[in-house]
């Protein structure tokens, strides 16, 4: 079984630009997370969509964020116009059902110069 | 409100010596608790979780964590470290299961 998988695993782009992050959840899994860690910070919470829809996005920072989840399968994050502190590590998750096993890809590093 | 609080950004230990990681976490009902840990280059693995069954949680590679409510602590621990441990660990809090709060993560260094 694929586990999940993020593209590209890094990302230098200008302030300004903008960048789009893709995850692949494993088959099946209908809960769909995102993260970013910020340098020597906690990994924190963005969003969550259950299939296509968004559950919970209380994380997301601002409206420069845009997450998708087109036909509940694969998710997009767009950052535009990114800033020097969108820069982090941004992670994808995701679970079978409601409370079980969480998933991680192995993040996408966005350094935004 | 749900917070996680991981003492000590970097731990070093001589390789056969006792691996002790500290969490402490808040959270206003029974939550789930997990430890996770990232290899170089590579995503979170969850190590193990504790779901409000045995307080004694056994995970893999020779892990395991008791959750003390009292303390409000879910320390990690393994008895003799490996070269191959030395990884970064995160401890997560979960009040239903969704989304995670996590610690800082605590970067392990193995001494041969």
């Known amino acids: 079984e694929a586990g999940v998988t993020q593209f590209p695993s890094h990302s230098v782009i200008e302030k300004g630009q903008t960048v789009t992050l893709r995850c692949d959840p494993i088959?099946?899994?209908?809960?769909l997370y995102w993260y970013r860690r910020v340098m020597g910070k906690e990994i924190k919470f963005l969003l969550h969509?259950?299939?296509?829809?968004?559950?919970?996005e209380s994380g997301m920072p601002n409206n420069r964020f845009l997450a998708e989840r087109t036909g509940g399968t694969y998710s997009t994050l767009k950052v535009q116009p990114a800033e020097l502190e969108d820069s982090g590590v941004y992670f994808c998750?995701?679970?079978?059902?409601?409370?079980?096993?969480?998933?991680f890809g192995q993040g996408t590093r966005l350094t935004v110069v | 409100a749900q917070s996680v609080t991981q003492l000590g950004s970097h731990v070093s230990v001589s390789e056969g010596a006792l691996v002790l990681l500290r969490c402490n976490y808040s959270?206003?009902?029974?939550?789930?608790l997990f430890w996770y840990v990232q290899y170089p280059n590579q995503g979170l693995q969850l190590l193990l979780k504790?779901?409000?069954?045995?307080?004694l949680v056994k995970g893999i590679n020779g892990f395991e964590a008791e959750f003390k409510k009292s303390e409000t602590s879910f320390h990690l621990t393994k008895p003799s470290a490996h070269m191959s441990d030395a990884a970064e660990y995160f401890c997560?809090?979960?009040?239903?299961?969704?989304?995670?709060?996590f610690g800082t993560g605590t970067s392990l260094t193995v001494i041969p």
């Open positions: 088959s099946g899994h209908d809960n």
């Open positions: 998750a995701s679970s079978r059902d409601y409370g079980s096993e969480a998933f």
């Open positions: 997560a809090v979960s009040e239903f299961g969704n989304q995670f709060y």
């Open positions: 959270s206003s009902v029974p939550p789930y």
């Open positions: 504790y779901t409000s069954a045995a307080t």
């Open positions: 969509f259950v299939k296509e829809s968004k559950q919970d």
